[in-house]
């Protein structure tokens, strides 16, 4: 159950959600909570989640490990300050920072390489759900982003199928749609890393999850987890989303 804050929440306001937050989780332990926070406020969410399961990670990754990069950060950078996830090609960074599948491939692998476990997020644009192309798009991005991973490495993978037209729209997909797309992701990583990795891929549902129709996505099988935008930045809010897994 993952929380993408996106550019919200100071140090300072990340400390005050976690003091409202953690009490509200204690004891859930049947899945994996992640924070996505910005990075200048990674080493305060850290802080305020040890001694808990709760884990913190990037929303952004350079493939360098250091040079002259200015703004970048590296996935060393990342880990040594306490990050353990990153999420790599959000729709966002694609759309405004004109990512490309190329690039997501080489994030994930420096990712990789530098101890954190990627979500890449792929997913398509509301054109191209009218045009009936989410599976081509998909295809795709699978082929030029996911597939160039080792089989060891994907092992290590978690992948975010977060359609465009329904991120911070209000428009959530629905459970059923939102499983035929993973569907068509765990058959395109059967062809690839096969059966096994098939089957123990975990596939997140995103794009304006809120409590009430969470549980609905979380009871079909294809749906492993969430990455939550808007509604994670109240506590309460993501306490209710966790608490459907
Ligand atoms: P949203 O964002 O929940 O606000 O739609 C989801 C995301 O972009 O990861």
Known sequence: MAANWKMYKTAEQATLFFDAFNPLVDGVNDC????????????????????????????????????????EISGEMLYAAGATWVLVG??????????????VLKKSQSALAAGLTPIICVGERLEDHKAGKTDEVLVRQFAGGIAGLTEE???????????????????????????????????????????????????????????????????????????????????EAFAKIVKAA
């Open 32 to 71: 994996e909570i992640v924070i996505f926070p910005a990075s200048i406020a990674i080493p305060a969410a850290v802080n305020a989640v040890t001694r808990t399961a709760i884990r913190i990670g990037g929303q952004n990754i350079f493939w360098q490990k250091e040079g002259a990069y200015t703004g």
């Open 153 to 235: 490495q994907f092992a290590n993978v978690a992948i975010a199928y977060e359609p465009v037209w329904a991120i911070g729209t209000g428009q959530t997909a629905t459970p059923e749609i939102a499983s035929e797309a993973h569907k068509l992701i765990r058959s395109e990583t059967g062809k690839r890393f096969g059966r096994t990795a098939a089957e123990q891929l975990r596939i997140l549902y995103g794009g304006s999850v809120k409590p009430e129709k969470c549980e609905g996505l979380m009871k079909e099988p294809e749906i492993d987890g969430v990455l939550v935008g808007a509604a994670s930045l109240d506590p």
């Open 90 to 103: 959000h729709s966002e960074r694609r759309q405004y920072f004109h990512e490309t599948d190329a690039d």
